[in-house]
């Protein structure tokens, strides 16, 4: 007799969002214990990027989701080694340039080994510089691109030095890493000292790789799609497909996604309770890296507009996303001129978003030690009273 599979959980589109939000951490009491570390271990993986505003994306991440936790804190508990010198995190090709658990080493040797076999890159790797670059880590210790040679020979990005080239090749390859940095600057050492020895090993095969990466994905997202959760550290959609019947993920179907979707069988053993954060969010958070996932799940269109011209943003060069009650409901393009925070833009999804909103400009500005707040536009001019009015009393 041939046994059948077990039935497929079903979920409300409600019942989704509740359950990626407390995946993500946004729903229930923020983890104060575990603070940074705990955040890192919890999501799997934090983007950096080089855009800063209100502050660097990898520091708005835990900001989001524990509060006012301190700047200098939260670089300090990435970078500083702990017992022994064992690093806590590092960087690593994932969604993007990400920190990265120092645990999960082992899993990205999948990566590794894709690099070494890559046949073409985009900068052409000058004879002897790649030897040159180990012998001079061996011997000096670690060092960033600079202390190296040099990171570029011009002021054009792409026209890096022969010792950027690589070392950025060395540490794609798994043979250098990076396991601090010094104000924005990657510092780089050789692997073999720097990476725990129980760590530093690629013997697990390929396959292997691929199950943990997508169990650990499936854990941070809570519910995702097979795109949802290729995404998350960058996979191919056959990887996820050779290995999520094998990863512990369990299959369920959500109201209205229209798709196959995965979860983790934790996230489905008590439903999602507690207080929901009110925060920005950073347009770099896995909350929302995924467009199609933030506007399935939210209902919410999210771009960075960054790098689109000026006369053709909607929303504003940085707008962050504001999350309250468990919705996105606007958004804040941010700067700041000396101690106050500067609102470019605020776009508003109704009058009742306005207290959410004035409440995390308020915050915002406190985390970042700006004693005013003060707002340019308003979308749509209608609200600005009510926004006005709302920051009034918050600020009170």
Not at 37 to 60: K, M, Y
Not at 63 to 75: E, F, I, N, Q, S
Not at 168 to 190: I, P, S
Request: include cysteine; charged fraction near 25%.
């Amino acid at each position: 007799m041939t046994s059948l599979p077990p039935p497929t959980t079903e979920l409300s589109a409600d019942e989704a969002r509740r359950i990626a939000l407390r995946a993500q951490g946004f729903l229930g009491a923020p983890d104060r214990k575990g603070g940074v570390r705990g955040v890192l271990r919890h999501l799997g993986a934090v983007q950096l990027d080089t855009i800063s505003v209100l502050a660097r994306s990898h520091e708005l991440v835990p900001y989001a989701r524990l509060g006012a936790v301190g700047r200098a804190t939260v670089d300090r508990a990435y970078w500083t080694p702990g017992p022994g010198g064992a690093p806590h995190a590092f960087e690593y090709w994932s969604h993007a340039a990400c920190i990265l658990p120092i645990e999960e080493w082992p899993h990205f040797a999948f990566r590794r080994r894709a690099y070494r076999a890559r046949p073409h890159w985009n900068h052409e790797l000058p004879d002897g510089a790649y030897e040159q670059v180990i012998k001079q880590l061996r011997a000096e210790g670690p060092l960033t691109a600079t202390e190296l040679g040099g990171a570029k020979r011009t002021s054009e990005w792409w026209d890096w030095s022969g010792a950027k080239v690589a070392v950025e090749r060395a540490l794609m390859h798994g043979e250098v890493v990076c396991v601090e940095r010094r104000g924005w600057k990657r510092v780089y050492d050789l692997a073999e000292r720097a990476v725990p020895e129980t760590l530093l090993h690629d013997e697990l095969d390929d396959t292997e790789c691929l199950r943990r990466l997508v169990l650990l994905a499936g854990r941070s997202l809570g519910v995702g799609t097979r795109a949802d959760i290729a995404d998350y550290h960058r996979l191919k959609g056959e990887q996820v497909d050779a290995v999520i019947a094998d990863s512990g993920l369990v299959p369920v179907t959500v109201e209205g996604w229209g798709k196959p979707a995965w979860a983790d069988p934790a996230a489905l053993a008590s439903p999602p309770r507690g207080r929901h954060r009110t925060t920005l969010l950073s347009p770099f958070d896995s909350l929302i890296w995924e467009r199609a996932r933030t506007e399935r799940m939210f209902g919410f269109t999210h771009r960075l507009e960054a790098y689109v011209p000026k006369p053709k943003r909607v929303y504003g060069y940085f707008a962050m996303p504001v999350l309250a009650g468990g919705r996105l409901v606007g958004r804040v393009d941010p700067a700041r001129e000396g101690r106050t925070l500067v609102a470019k833009q605020v776009t508003l999804d109704g009058a009742k978003s306005a207290p959410a909103v004035a409440r995390a400009l308020v915050e915002a500005a406190g985390w970042v030690d700006c004693t005013a707040v003060r707002v340019d536009r308003v979308d749509p001019p209608e609200l600005r009273e009510p926004l006005t009015r709302e920051l009034a009393l918050a600020l009170a």
